[in-house]
């Protein structure tokens, strides 16, 4: 074999080389294929958890249902539940109102609310978008499965002031009433006496809310009550 036919045999295999690494580079690609030939495994979402029917008991069936408060130093708000949004995860009530204003129109502010009632697989979330409302945090774990006297979680939350609480949360007392069973629950602050309490009942929601108020002349204990007789569907 001359020298020019040795020089085109090493070319013709040099270009087949690249050829088949080519090939070989692009079926890897097309693929997907990790080094040993196979495709790696394919990443499984895991399955979200239905919210719970217990915690769904809490609240309202459906749309229209109204509160009225009325508490201390002739506080008082209204809210009415304008629509439950249902998905796989989580089921939302979302809730307008107003709180009274009761200098007759001389006090400034907005005296406008805006609630929502969250209720995933294990937990009641309540966040208020509120200037007026007595409710000190923006978002907070209400109560939390199971529904039992001793359930206890702790949580973090920011209160109004711009402080942030670490909360320790605890299932007081549960009653047994004939409109539903009612949940106690406070949720006390770790470093100070700051708390606030809650009972909550089936089918009503919340019904009484406590907490402390520091005034100038020292901590007052404040709250509001549900008026029931004025509250519910319109007949």
């Known amino acids: 074999m001359n020298r020019t036919a040795r020089k085109k045999t090493v070319v013709s295999i040099a270009v087949l080389m690249c050829l088949i690494l080519i090939f070989i ?58 629509s439950i949004v249902r998905d796989e995860s989580a089921v939302r009530y979302e809730i307008e109102g107003e709180v009274a204003d009761m200098s007759g129109g001389e006090a400034e502010g907005d005296f406008s609310l805006r609630v929502e009632y969250e209720v995933k697989d294990r937990s009641l979330i309540m966040r208020k978008d509120s200037e007026k409302m007595m409710d000190n945090f923006s978002e907070l774990e209400l109560i939390r499965l199971p529904l039992e006297k001793g359930t206890q979680w702790e949580q973090k939350a920011r209160h109004k002031n711009g402080r942030e609480y670490q909360l320790t949360c605890t299932i007081q007392e549960v009653e047994d009433d004939p ?10 602050d770790k470093d100070s006496n700051f708390y606030e309490k809650r009972r909550i009942q089936e089918k009503w929601g919340v019904i009484s809310f406590e907490t402390v108020w520091e005034s100038k002349e020292g901590p007052v204990i404040i709250g509001y009550d549900l008026y029931k007789e004025a509250s519910g569907y319109r007949k």
């Open 25 to 82: 580079s692009g079926c890897t690609r097309s693929g997907d294929s990790d080094n040993s030939g196979n495709k790696p495994p394919q990443q499984v979402k895991p399955p979200s958890q239905a919210p719970s029917q217990e915690l769904t008991g809490l609240l309202p069936e459906k749309e229209g249902f109204r509160w009225i408060y009325n508490g201390f130093a002739e506080y008082g708000h209204t809210m009415e539940l304008k």
């Open 179 to 188: 409109e539903g069973k009612i949940y106690t629950v406070i949720y006390k």
